[in-house]
């Protein structure tokens, strides 16, 4: 059984009018446990698109995508739902918090979509924002964050349910550089110590450098950049 | 219920306004039943309570005690049909009781004048003095809201434009005819009173304007084939026979209609505006695995918790109405009443929420990845 994250020969068409455009364009991909992966590109070149698939929000028009060796190109909308909770931790851009919960309540209720919220869960919650230096904040609704506190509270949620796959859209849109670096670090070194198949879509080059290999849109086409070649 | 109430709790202000008109609603609601109920009582309460199940009356006079005029020899008859355990007759007249002596106007009672027989089961309970008898036929037993208007145990009151006097011997409770006292006299002075013009009886033997009957079951077609220029009607149908009261009624039940309506627009368009402004929010939880139903549960029980509670305080509200309303008015309230009003009302804004179930279970989880549209 292949263990992360495999899409073969992924295609997503949109009709504009009478043309058939190809956002997506026979996309092959493959991310390890452990492994961190950007995504770079122009702005239309299909990056979402890309990450939706990825992320069983949207189905290829063809190809196949296969998470722990399992095909979700065929699944129901409840199905699918249930492998975005469990199987795949999304970070958004920024203010993607629910806002009238505080950040405790914002691990808590992805729990909930599951059952009961037991004691245990709460422990490791409350573990798991303490790690990422959220400690004193579990009480804090997100107008009383910071960006950076923000995408914390995200990565947390992203973690919560202990999922295979880590996928990030541009994490740190709305953060300046000095908290952009600290995020990213902080995305790098969780993959890591977890072991969890991470992608990352990105604008800023200087963010490349925590990730293992760097991809390329363009055009709805993927394709391997050389760090060096970026750097 | 986690989502429902953490909301709840955050968004004070907003979902107070809401519960604010809700209340109002409901508060109107329940005066507007029991200004409905007091005067369906106030209209007919003497036939409600009456222990009658089926009314004859005379054929075409559309259920109406004023229409109907039957000559008593009928009750013979009736008392032999099948079902029928007890036959009674009765009349009724309106009239005004004078106060005293007095020449005003303001000292002028409207009334109804119910004749009976006395001892029969259509005398109701005396709560206060003795009954009706037949050999004193000027003693009668009357309302006591007629204590309000000052009389008393034992006064004699005369009848505006006639010479009759009546003497009170007793009260009873709860009987008001076409909205004002019912004061009931033996069968014998009822006669002498509705008929005092000469031929008004139309030569009618013994005339009653209606015949009561008590029994189950009783066959309604049997009786009007076999008792020609007969119509036997249930007390139901009786009551809705009497003057006014269909559209009073119908007044009021479409003002409550119209209400409800308005209450279930009201809470499916505050919570569908509030549903879209957070679409975008319920992208995100539904990228993140959320399922519809956890959502609308959400919703649904925010409209549950936010109606029963706004039900709650405008039930509240009604009764610290009813306590400070003036006496006369007529104004009963019915705990079974505002039991099924406050059901109605919670059914109606959980229906009405179901607008919003549906439009989050069409919002996109793709939303939530920022793409531009
Ligand atoms: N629902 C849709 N209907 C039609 N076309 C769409 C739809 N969604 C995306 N597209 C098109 O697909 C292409 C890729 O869009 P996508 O959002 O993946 O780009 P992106 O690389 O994420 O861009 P950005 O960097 O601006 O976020 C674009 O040309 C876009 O117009
Ligand atoms: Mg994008």
């Not at chain 1, 939706?52 to 199905?79: F, T």
């Not at chain 1, 072991?195 to 490349?208: E, F, G, N, Y």
């Not at chain 2, 319920?282 to 399922?291: H, P, V």
Request: contains cysteine; positive net charge; glycine residues 8%.
């Amino acid at each position: 059984m292949t263990e992360g994250l495999q899409i073969t020969a992924a295609s997503k068409y949109y009709n504009e009018g009478m043309n058939r455009i190809a956002a997506l364009d026979r996309v092959s991909f493959k991310v390890e446990p452990g492994e961190f992966v950007a995504v770079v590109g122009p702005s239309g070149s299909g990056k979402s698109t890309f990450l939706s698939i990825a992320g069983a929000l949207l189905k290829a028009s063809e190809g196949k995508v296969r998470l722990n060796g399992k095909d979700i190109s065929e699944l129901s909308g409840k199905q699918l739902s249930d492998i975005r909770l469990h199987e795949i931790g999304f970070i958004m851009q920024a203010s993607n918090l629910v806002p009238y919960l505080n950040v405790l309540d914002q691990l808590l209720v992805v729990k909930r979509m599951s059952g009961k919220v037991r004691a245990a869960d709460k422990a490791m919650a409350i573990k798991l924002l303490e790690e990422l230096g959220l400690g004193t904040k579990l009480k804090n609704y997100p107008e009383e964050l910071s960006g950076g506190e923000k995408q914390r509270t995200a990565i947390a949620r992203a973690l919560i349910n202990d999922p295979n796959v880590i996928l990030a859209d541009e994490p740190t849109a709305s953060l300046d550089t000095k908290r952009a670096h600290e995020v990213v670090s902080l995305i790098a070194h969780e993959v890591r110590t977890r072991h969890k198949a991470a992608i990352m879509v990105t604008h800023d080059d200087r963010l490349l450098t925590y990730c293992d290999k760097v991809y390329r849109m363009e055009d709805g086409k993927l394709s391997l950049a050389e760090l060096e070649s970026i750097h | 219920m986690f989502l429902a109430l953490k909301e709840l709790r955050h968004s004070k202000t907003r979902f107070l306004m809401i519960a604010i008109i809700f209340v109002l609603i409901s508060w109107l609601v329940f005066i507007l039943s029991g200004l409905g109920n007091g005067l369906s009582t106030l209209a007919a309460s003497t036939f409600k309570t009456m222990k009658a199940d089926y009314v004859v009356f005379e054929q075409g006079s559309k259920a109406s005690m004023s229409k109907s005029l039957l000559s008593n020899d009928l009750s013979a008859k009736l008392a032999k049909m099948p079902n029928v355990s007890a036959v009674s007759p009765m009349g009724t007249i309106m009239a005004s009781a004078i106060k005293g002596s007095s020449k005003l106007n303001e000292d002028k009672v409207d009334i109804a004048i119910i004749g009976i027989d006395p001892g029969s089961f259509l005398e109701p309970a005396i709560i206060e003095g003795s009954g009706l008898t037949s050999d004193q036929v000027t003693k009668v037993i009357v309302n006591e809201t007629m204590k309000d208007e000052g009389f008393k145990l034992g006064d004699t009151f005369q009848l505006d434009g006639s010479t009759e006097s009546l003497t009170i011997v007793g009260f009873v409770k709860n009987q008001t005819y076409n909205h004002v006292a019912a004061v009931f006299t033996p069968m014998e002075e009822w006669r002498k009173l509705a008929f005092a013009a000469p031929g008004s009886d139309k030569g009618v033997k013994d005339p009653v304007n209606a015949i009561m009957l008590q029994g189950k079951d009783i066959d309604r077609s049997t009786i009007n084939k076999q008792l020609s220029g007969t119509d036997t009607v249930t007390r139901a149908a009786a009551v809705q026979g009497m003057p006014g009261y269909k559209e009073e009624n119908g007044t009021i039940m479409m003002m409550l209609a119209f209400l409800l309506a308005i209450s279930a627009f009201i809470i499916g368009v505050f919570f569908y505006v509030f549903t879209m402004q957070k679409s975008n929010q319920f992208g995100i939880m539904k990228a993140i695995g959320a399922k519809n139903g956890f959502l609308g549960k959400a919703v649904v029980s925010q409209v549950f918790v936010l109606s029963l509670s706004s039900i709650i305080v405008g039930i509240l509200l009604t009764y610290g109405t009813a306590a400070i309303m003036p006496k006369g008015m007529p104004f009963m309230l019915d705990t079974k009443l505002v039991f099924t009003y406050s059901i109605v009302l919670l059914v109606i804004s959980l229906l009405s929420s179901l607008v919003s179930v549906r439009t989050i279970s069409k919002i996109d989880p793709l939303k939530a990845l920022g793409r531009v549209e």
